[in-house]
């Protein structure tokens, strides 16, 4: 995967701390929720061995434990890290874990961390050929998986055919199915506009929950459609569309972005910042975060997101790039009184006259080198004809 090194070079902390045994390099965790943060000491690990012993791949082991994992993404993230020590810097790794069983993550299950959760392999080639392999593309019953490369003609219609196929072996109705490859594939589309690189696409269907409201389990079955997106990259969402504003660009919805932008930036603060609005800015309709391009943008993933979130249960929807996180809450996705063209992002559907909500903007916890999104949707079961 193209530009995966980058994880390790924008977060450059190093732990000196490190546990060195006769079989390897040893992280140990003792927390019981495994999230951004955990990533992060993972990573200054990880810097720490390749800074203090360069010569030296002895086996790596991720001592982690019994672990409620936060979101989609966040496994994901662990998944392209050993895929980076694995493929690049010829590294054995093997994770000791036991993830709880949520409708969020149900999706760690069929990920390619289940072929190093165990002590095997004697032969490297073997051992990373198949880490390698399930990493890149993965299809089977509730799991799709797929590294795109943006180069190939038409890979975008190929993406949708594929989502929609597999959804449909999943009991996934007609119209969710369409809104849903729909939204990946824009949202694989821009991150290969903006980030020049390939994307990582990750789907998992769950098996039926049961909700259990104060002890009393209820009739209704759920089923969680779990979807992470991340392509590696040295520009962040934002800064092509940052360029454009800087460039004077004469296009009207260009300048009523810099109208915004100037009132945004007097209400700038520790917890709402530049690289916030940006972001916001980038998720405009007709504004486009590809500096070659003027007129198109991404709101069409925006608005299919929000109508997913109106049939769901519950929801967690978020981008991260760079330092910093945008959340995608659904009473927050209204189009503004007046145009029908901007989103506020706020109560008041007002972007120009109004800042975003508390909840959704917020610090990563890494740097993340590029764009990720985790999409989560909980709905009830559907019987589909």
């Given at each position: 995967?193209?530009?995966?090194?980058?994880?390790?070079?924008?977060?450059?902390?190093?732990?000196?701390?490190?546990?060195?045994?006769?079989?390897?390099?040893?992280?140990?965790?003792?927390?019981?929720?495994?999230?951004?943060?955990?990533?992060?000491?993972?990573?200054?690990?990880?810097?720490?061995?390749?800074?203090?012993?360069?010569?030296?791949?002895?086996?790596?082991h991720?001592?982690?434990g019994?672990?409620?994992?936060?979101?989609?993404?966040?496994?994901?993230?662990?998944?392209?890290?050993?895929?980076?020590?694995?493929?690049?810097?010829?590294?054995?790794?093997?994770?000791?874990?036991?993830?709880?069983?949520?409708?969020?993550?149900?999706?760690?299950?069929?990920?390619?961390?289940?072929?190093i959760?165990?002590?095997?392999?004697?032969?490297?080639?073997?051992?990373?050929?198949?880490?390698?392999?399930?990493?890149?593309?993965?299809?089977?019953?509730?799991?799709?998986?797929?590294?795109?490369?943006?180069?190939?003609?038409?890979?975008?219609?190929?993406?949708?055919?594929?989502?929609?196929?597999f959804?449909?072996?999943?009991?996934?109705?007609?119209?969710?199915?369409?809104?849903?490859s729909?939204?990946?594939?824009?949202?694989?589309?821009?991150?290969?506009?903006?980030?020049?690189?390939?994307?990582?696409?990750?789907i998992?269907?769950?098996?039926?929950?049961?909700?259990?409201?104060?002890?009393?389990?209820?009739?209704?079955?759920?089923?969680?459609?779990?979807?992470?997106?991340?392509?590696?990259?040295?520009?962040?969402?934002?800064?092509?569309?940052?360029?454009?504003?800087?460039?004077?660009?004469?296009?009207?919805?260009?300048?009523?972005?810099?109208?915004?932008?100037?009132?945004?930036?007097k209400?700038?603060?520790?917890?709402?910042?530049?690289?916030?609005?940006?972001?916001?800015g980038?998720?405009?309709?007709?504004?486009?975060?590809?500096?070659?391009?003027?007129?198109?943008?991404?709101?069409?993933?925006?608005?299919?997101?929000?109508?997913?979130?109106e049939?769901?249960?519950?929801?967690?929807?978020?981008?991260?790039?760079?330092?910093?996180a945008?959340?995608?809450?659904?009473?927050?996705?209204?189009?503004?009184?007046?145009?029908?063209?901007?989103?506020?992002?706020?109560?008041?559907?007002?972007?120009?006259?109004?800042?975003?909500?508390?909840?959704?903007?917020?610090?990563?916890?890494?740097?993340?080198?590029?764009?990720?999104?985790?999409?989560t949707?909980?709905?009830?079961?559907?019987?589909?004809?």
């Open positions: 995967m193209k530009n995966i090194e980058k994880i390790l070079e924008v977060n450059p902390s190093k732990n000196k701390k490190l546990v060195l045994c006769k079989d390897g390099f040893h992280f140990s965790y003792s927390g019981e929720k495994f999230d951004g943060e955990t990533i992060n000491e993972i990573l200054k690990f990880i810097n720490g061995i390749r800074s203090k012993y360069k010569n030296n791949i002895l086996p790596i991720l001592d982690i019994e672990v409620e994992i936060s979101d989609k993404l966040t496994f994901v993230m662990l998944e392209c890290i050993c895929f980076l020590l694995i493929e690049k810097y010829k590294y054995k790794v093997h994770i000791n874990w036991r993830p709880k069983n949520t409708i969020q993550t149900f999706g760690v299950y069929s990920s390619p961390l289940l072929i959760n165990k002590k095997g392999f004697s032969n490297y080639k073997e051992f990373k050929n198949k880490y390698k392999n399930k990493f890149i593309y993965d299809t089977y019953q509730n799991h799709y998986r797929k590294v795109v490369d943006q180069s190939k003609r038409n890979y975008l219609g190929i993406l949708m055919s594929d989502i929609n196929t959804l449909t072996v999943n009991n996934i109705s007609s119209e969710n199915r369409e809104q849903l729909e939204v990946v594939a824009e949202l694989v589309g821009n991150a290969g506009e903006h980030g020049q690189s390939d994307c990582l696409v990750d998992d269907v769950t098996e039926t929950f049961t909700k259990n409201v104060d002890g009393i389990d209820q009739e209704e079955n759920y089923i969680g459609i779990n979807i992470a997106i991340l392509n590696f990259s040295s520009k962040n969402l934002n800064e092509d569309l940052k360029l454009k504003i800087q460039n004077d660009i004469q296009d009207k919805r260009y300048l009523k972005l810099k109208e915004a932008y100037d009132y945004h930036k209400k700038f603060t520790e917890d709402y910042g530049e690289e916030d609005f940006w972001n916001i980038c998720l405009q309709h007709k504004i486009s975060g590809s500096f070659e391009k003027i007129s198109s943008g991404g709101t069409g993933s925006t608005v299919l997101i929000r109508s997913l979130q049939k769901a249960d519950a929801d967690k929807c978020y981008l991260i790039s760079g330092k910093r945008l959340y995608l809450i659904k009473d927050y996705l209204e189009f503004d009184d007046k145009e029908k063209m901007w989103l506020g992002f706020n109560k008041t559907a007002d972007f120009f006259n109004d800042i975003p909500e508390e909840d959704v903007v917020a610090p990563c916890a890494i740097n993340f080198p590029g764009t990720a999104y985790n999409l949707f909980v709905m009830k079961e559907e019987e589909v004809k």
